[in-house]
């Protein structure tokens, strides 16, 4: 299994500005995803983040609005940037390990941030 | 292209009877798998069960069970003697090559 620690758990900010959210995980992981979790809504897969190369980024969803981090096979940190009230969600990080038996995605708390 | 289907937006069933959450996916991939999550009030996603879309038995984990058709492309989840932890969102996702899809979530309310 995989144990991921998000930060920050919860944040509000101003529109315009910029949030970094963290995601350390226990283990050395080849790829760490990010999603997006609007209000109400799934969780969309926002990229995917391999160590020493850049980030693959879904349909709809850019690096100058959503620059991505790797330094190393533990760590992760999106910056969600210029933000508006439409940015207004629930951000996971996730990784894959082995679970019970089988392949998991295992998720982080996630981060919920306000926008106002 | 990966859709995953939940057509149920919300469902309640009470204490200890049980409850079937529908599914529907398409895939383009060979290889692939089919599990349920669930994300309680906490917002930890928590896999409840899996199925490798290769294996023709149904998968089950104690009082979850999935009926799985492959040809119709179908994978719900049924609950059995349900509990008041049982209410959260659960989503269907298919898992291709190191990609989820989810679908739009059922949120269950267990009444007592």
């Known amino acids: 299994s995989a144990v991921i620690s998000q930060k920050p758990s919860r944040d509000i900010c101003q529109r315009g500005t910029s949030l970094t959210i963290q995601c350390q995980v226990d283990?050395?992981?080849?790829?760490m995803f990010w999603y997006r979790q609007q209000p109400g809504q799934s969780l969309t897969l926002i990229a995917t983040?391999?160590?020493?190369?850049?980030?693959t980024y879904e349909s709809g969803f850019v690096i100058d609005k959503f620059p991505i981090s790797r330094p190393n096979l533990t760590f992760s940190t999106l910056t969600v940037s210029n933000m508006s009230p439409e940015d207004s969600s629930i951000y996971l990080c996730?990784?894959?390990?082995w679970g019970r038996g089988g392949p998991e995605a295992f998720f982080g708390q996630g981060t919920r941030l306000t926008v106002v | 292209a990966q859709t995953v289907t939940q057509s149920q937006p919300e469902m309640s069933v009470q204490e200890a009877e049980t409850v079937t959450l529908s599914c529907t996916y398409d895939?383009?991939?060979?290889?692939?798998?089919l599990v349920w999550y669930k994300q309680p009030p906490s917002r930890q996603m928590i896999l409840v069960i899996r199925?490798?879309?290769?294996?023709?038995q149904n998968a089950t984990e104690n009082r979850f069970s999935v009926n799985f058709q492959k040809a119709a492309k179908s994978f719900s989840l049924k609950i059995s003697d349900s509990q008041l932890g049982d209410t959260a969102m659960y989503f269907c996702?298919?898992?291709?090559?190191?990609?989820?899809?989810f679908g739009t979530g059922t949120r269950l309310k267990v009444l007592a």
């Open positions: 895939t383009s991939e060979n290889n692939y798998d």
């Open positions: 283990s050395q992981v080849t790829m």
């Open positions: 996702a298919s898992s291709g090559t190191y990609k989820y899809i």
């Open positions: 199925q490798e879309a290769y294996k023709q």
């Open positions: 983040a391999n160590q020493g190369s850049e980030a």
């Open positions: 996730s990784v894959e390990g």
